[in-house]
């Protein structure tokens, strides 16, 4: 920290209630108590592993026992006759009060006594800087620092919310009187910081619809009959619900930024591949942007069955797919529908007339990634496809700039998915039940954490237990082998084996979490379950479930904590990807559901918004008025509003409308 703003920001992480000073006889379990008394007996026990350094003071009505471990040191500077004053968390033992690591200092009979209860914030510390040398450089700084504190409201908005004012709330978050007063403060600086964050997204979206021109697309009954026909069944309710909001956007003329929403398979390619039809008739491109090579490369084949006998030229760019010619036909427009991994993204990729972008997986992509391929296109139409549904907190929050359509339908012929979980001493009972279920002429995945013993943990891998399992439990199936280090003709082998039923039973890492498809595939067995993300275990479920037969998703592991055990409980009670997304989040908060932080977002000092949305959605209606009456805030009463949100997110606001 080198300036008052950022002390005044380093807020308590909680709060201590210290009693006034107290009689020994007075002192009161459990709670940070003061006595003082006569040093009346010392003690050193040397014994390993915790060598403790004792005293007993006596005050006259009564005697404490202190202890400080490793306190050699005391030996020389706490001996008997002195008095001191000590100050603890207080227990008892065999019926006399005790103090462990209590503070301590020497007084006597001129000292004053402590007639004051103290509410003492504790901050985050190190051990070369503690809580109590921050608090009193705090303390010492803060009535100046408070006064240099600007309001960025009006007192009608304060009022309405019943919010402190800003200097009000730095005084009392630092020096609180109790813990309602705490509480008030961190309420007024939490709306603070979700207002900027809401600030920042409403006027992204205003800059985007006002400033910006997408393609114009037209779309009538005879196209939209003529892409119908293209599929081999009717779209549910649901999908052409979701296919005619994205008409709209596509008609409109400014620029679409879509989520597209909806559980592991329920259809969602199909509604982007119409808006990549509507595109490609319009005579522009359409790219897919995916987080791995294996779910690129099955948007290829999909896309591939799909427009088998069209006109609709269709390239693949992965790292080793990438060739020369695909690069120029890509250029001169000749392929119409590009789909791709971070490959599709490098500077020596060009369109001809990119007109739509199509994001699978948004959390796994970074926003800057994702930034260039929009930026390809004179502002192309932008639509975010995630199976792992959106709560609602993200939605008011990092996904506030988008418009949301949600698939809330499955096509029909959907199996629902029966989950167990298994300790790893009843493994054997799912080996015996994929057999059964390969003598059936099904088939099944079996899922690893990751692809070759580390030697760093116990963690189970795809090399090792593929090989195990073929000379033991499943002896005699077919077994293949996938994960991301493989050759990707090699990957499209194994892949291709396993659709055609030339494969029993797939051991692989999580590069199959996303858009494979084999319907005839019943079983998923999760291997150390306790390793994956709730998100995760549910997309990776959804791998089976997708033909006429029920299917089966088994949970090994041997979880030992509670968040482990929340999870895979949820995973055996649930099937709706909504109710887990909420979950996870819960279990996970923000930063880890995307799997990294996003750039170009607001980090939060004190704001949580998993547990903050009655405050988010004021704070969104507030930022909406606010903007409506002052578009650029540029009027007096706001020009440390502006000040304050240019110096949080102003060079990311560009980033800001890219997702």
Known sequence: MTTLGELLDYFPRTYQFESSELAIDQLVANQIQTARGEVVAVDYI????????????????????????????????????????VRGKVSFFKGIPRLTQPKWEIVDESTEKIEESKFRPIYPATLRLHSDVIARVIDEQLDAACEQIPEWFESELLKKRALLRRREAYRAIHRPRDWNDALRARRRIIYDELMLMQLGLEISRKLRDRDVKAPLLKLDKTLNDRICRRFPFTLTRAQQTAAWDIARDLISGRPMNRLLQGDVGSGKTVVALYAMLVAVANRFQAAILAPTEVLAEQHYFTLRNLLAD??????????????????????????????????????????????LVVVDEQHKLGVRQ?????GKGLSPHYLVMTATPIPRTLALSFFADFDVTTINEMPPGRQ?????????????????????????GR???????QIDDTGLD?????????????????SGLRLGVLHGQLPTDEKQQTMNQFRAGEIDVLISTTVIEVGIDVANATVMLIDNAERFGLSQLHQLRGRVGRGQHASHCLLLSDAVTEIAEARLTVMTESNNG??????????RGPGEFFGTRQHG??????????????LLQQAREDAHALLTDDPRLTKAAHADLRKALRAQIGDSLDLAQIG
């Open 578 to 587: 909504f109710e887990i997304a909420e979950m996870d989040l819960k279990l």
């Open 370 to 374: 994702r930034a260039v391929l929009k």
């Open 601 to 614: 977002l607001p980090e939060f000092k004190l704001a949580d918004i998993t547990s903050e949305l009655p």
């Open 416 to 440: 629902p998915i029966h989950t167990r979980w298994l300790r790893s001493d009843r493994a054997g009972e799912a080996y015996e039940f994929i057999r059964e279920e390969v003598g059936a």
């Open 46 to 85: 040397s014994s390993r592993p915790r060598p403790r350094f004792e005293a007993t003071l006596d005050d006259g009505t009564g005697r404490l026992s202190l202890a400080w471990f490793h306190g050699a040191y005391l030996r020389t500077r706490i001996v008997p006759g002195q008095q001191i004053r």
């Open 310 to 355: 069209s006109k609709v030229n269709i390239g693949l760019f992965t790292g080793r797919s990438k060739r020369k010619r695909n690069v120029s036909q890509l250029a001169d427009g000749t392929i119409h529908i590009a789909i791709g991994t971070q490959a599709l993204i490098q500077e020596d990729v060009a369109f001809e007339n990119l007109g």
């Open 458 to 474: 116990d963690a189970k891998s795809v090399v090792r237990e593929s090989d195990r399992l073929g000379k033991g439990p499943l």
């Open 443 to 449: 088939q099944a995945y079996i899922v690893l954490p």
